[in-house]
T-cell receptor, first 115, second 116 residues
Framework: ELKVEQNPLFLSMQEGKNYTIYCNYS?????LYWYRQDPGKSLESLFV?????AVKQEGRLMASLDTKARLSTLHITAAVHDLSATYFC???????????????FGKGTKLSVIP | DARVTQTPRHKVTEMGQEVTMRCQPI?????VFWYRQTMMQGLELLAY????????DSGMPKDRFSAEMPDATLATLKIQPSEPRDSAVYFC??????????????FGPGTRLTVL
């Protein structure tokens, strides 16, 4: 069974600080996604990482993928309150049916940025 | 602005009643997923379809849940009879998947179901 583990699950940080969220997974995959979810809202796609060494940046967020280590990171630079949300990583892998692919999500990291 | 739509957005019902949730995927997307989100279990994949054909429904309680895709613009998830433990947010997501394409999924707003 594929396992996707995020840590930390809860993160409280001050504005202006840097931090990294980690996503470890247990299967071979070179496709990983990061999503953001605001309270009571849906999931919004943030980053699509499609190969080993892929790095994507958007504003204060940067995501990377190391397929050999089966690890993705989401780095937050100089956090601001607007980044408060829950962040999910999701691993793209083969499903049980022929030609099927599916995402398995981590449990999410709830980020609170304190002024 | 292409997006996944879901109806209803909120549903409160009594135990034993039938619940039907509907999803309209993004036009041109050929893969539709149903997820359930709870605090305890997180996001669980219930079922998914490609080109309207069911690919996997192993995450779904078979005795009370059913998922169908009667046409390319409509997916349904039905619970009959509903139970309090079915209370959750149900998300539909769609993706455009083909040879060599990746699986970025776009989520609908969700249906918040409460079973009393």
């Amino acid at each position: 069974e594929l396992k996707v583990e995020q840590n930390p699950l809860f993160l409280s940080m001050q504005e202006g600080k840097n931090y990294t969220i980690y996503c470890n997974y247990s299967t071979t995959s070179d496709r990983l996604y990061w999503y953001r979810q605001d309270p009571g809202k849906s999931l919004e796609s943030l980053f699509v990482l499609l190969s080993n060494g892929a790095v994507k940046q958007e504003g204060r967020l940067m995501a990377s993928l190391d397929t050999k280590a089966r690890l993705s990171t989401l780095h937050i630079t100089a956090a601001v309150h607007d980044l408060s949300a829950t962040y999910f990583c999701a691993v793209d892998h083969d499903g049980p049916g022929a030609g099927s692919y599916q995402l398995t999500f981590g449990k999410g990291t709830k980020l609170s940025v304190i002024p | 602005d292409a997006r996944v739509t879901q109806t209803p957005r909120h549903k409160v019902t009594e135990m034993g009643q039938e619940v039907t949730m509907r999803c309209q995927p993004i036009l041109g997307h050929n893969t539709v997923f149903w997820y359930r989100q709870t605090m305890m279990q997180g996001l669980e994949l219930l079922a998914y379809f490609r080109n309207r054909a069911p690919l996997d429904d192993s995450g779904m309680p078979k005795d009370r849940f059913s998922a169908e895709m009667p046409d390319a613009t409509l997916a349904t998830l039905k619970i009959q009879p509903s139970e309090p433990r079915d209370s959750a947010v149900y998300f539909c997501a769609s993706a455009k998947r083909g040879q060599g394409m990746y699986n970025e999924q776009f989520f609908g707003p969700g249906t918040r179901l409460t079973v009393l």
